[in-house]
Structures are given as C-alpha cells and as structure tokens.
C-alpha cells in the first residue's frame, strides 16, 4: 500500500530549521502555557520529544525516496496523544488498583521515560525486515511455509519428518 506525498513546494520557502523544530517547540510551548498542571522542565523535556518524534521522522519519509505509508510516525502520534496531553491537561488520578488516588510528579516522570524508552525502542527496529535462515527454503519450497506465515504444529511435525528422514533424529 503506497501513500502519496505532500507537495514540497509551499515548505521550500520556509528555512529547514524552522520547519524542523518550529511545530514541536510551538505545540509543546502552547500546550505547558495552557496546563492547569504543575509540570517539571524533565516531563516539559519529555514531551517535546514525544511530540518531536512523529514529526521527524514523518519529515525523514517525506524527503525521502520511499513510498510505503510512515508507519512509525503514525504509531509515535498516537502514543504523543495518549501520553503527552494528558501531561499538560489530564487530572493526574490514578486508574485500576490506586483509582482516584493522585499521581506523584515522580511517577510521571518514570512514565514519561517508560513511554520514550518505548518509542524510541520501536523507532530503532522500524524498517527491519528479518533475513531467512538457510533451512526455511527447503521447507517453504516444500509447501508447509507461505510467505510470514506460517503453522508451529506444521513446523514441527515437517521439522521431526526432516530429523527423521535424514537419520538425525529418532522415532518416538
């Protein structure tokens, strides 16, 4: 699935700097100026880099030459929505076994970098894609694997059928 790109022309005359940081400078400016919320320059800190996140990594697809749907960008938005407004304008309560207790600064915090540790986590193995190990081949080849995906019994028993016929492995 392709997704077609914006049109550079109305950014190329804005200085590359500005597009780069202007938005998540601005959003998180905007929304800590806002917060009903006591919040620290580490969580302020934690959230512009959840609110970074998306949009550089949607400015790198943009400049670049692939045309797969930004998947990461997509994914580190939502996880900004979920975690960095309610930063700025959530009511700080707890929820399941402390419900309705209020959250320390501290717990936030740890949160926040649990969240980034996350992200960032997912942002580096965005765009892996495993490389098949020598044996999967015969055995696709024999029909039992198709593309990814694939029957662990179906595996296994064409596993134990391979040890077997090869003399390796023993009837049970």
């Given at each position: 699935m392709t997704m077609e790109k914006p049109s550079e022309s109305t950014i190329e005359s804005i200085p590359k700097l500005a597009v780069l940081l202007l938005p998540p400078f601005g959003a998180t400016?905007?929304?800590?100026?806002?917060?009903?919320?006591?919040?620290?320059?580490?969580?302020?800190?934690?959230?512009?880099?959840?609110?970074?996140?998306?949009?550089?990594?949607?400015?790198?697809?943009?400049?670049?030459?692939?045309?797969?749907?930004?998947?990461?960008?997509?994914?580190?938005?939502?996880y900004s929505i979920y975690f960095a407004?309610?930063?700025?304008?959530?009511?700080?309560?707890?929820?399941?076994?402390?419900?309705?207790?209020?959250?320390?600064?501290?717990?936030?915090s740890r949160v926040l970098i649990m969240v980034l540790f996350g992200i960032l986590s997912l942002r580096s193995v965005d765009g892996y894609r495993p490389r098949t190990p020598s044996i999967f081949p015969m055995i696709r080849n024999a029909g039992i694997i198709s593309g990814r995906c694939w029957s662990s019994a179906a595996f296994s028993a064409s596993m134990r059928a391979l040890l077997i016929s090869s003399g390796k492995g023993g009837a049970r």
């Open positions: 400016a905007l929304l800590w100026l806002t917060s009903p919320n006591e919040i620290s320059a580490w969580q302020g800190l934690a959230a512009l880099i959840l609110l970074g996140l998306p949009w550089w990594t949607f400015l790198k697809w943009r400049n670049s030459p692939q045309e797969e749907i930004p998947l990461f960008p997509m994914v580190a938005l939502v407004l309610p930063l700025f304008w959530g009511d700080r309560n707890g929820v399941g076994l402390g419900a309705g207790e209020p959250l320390s600064g501290g717990i936030i």
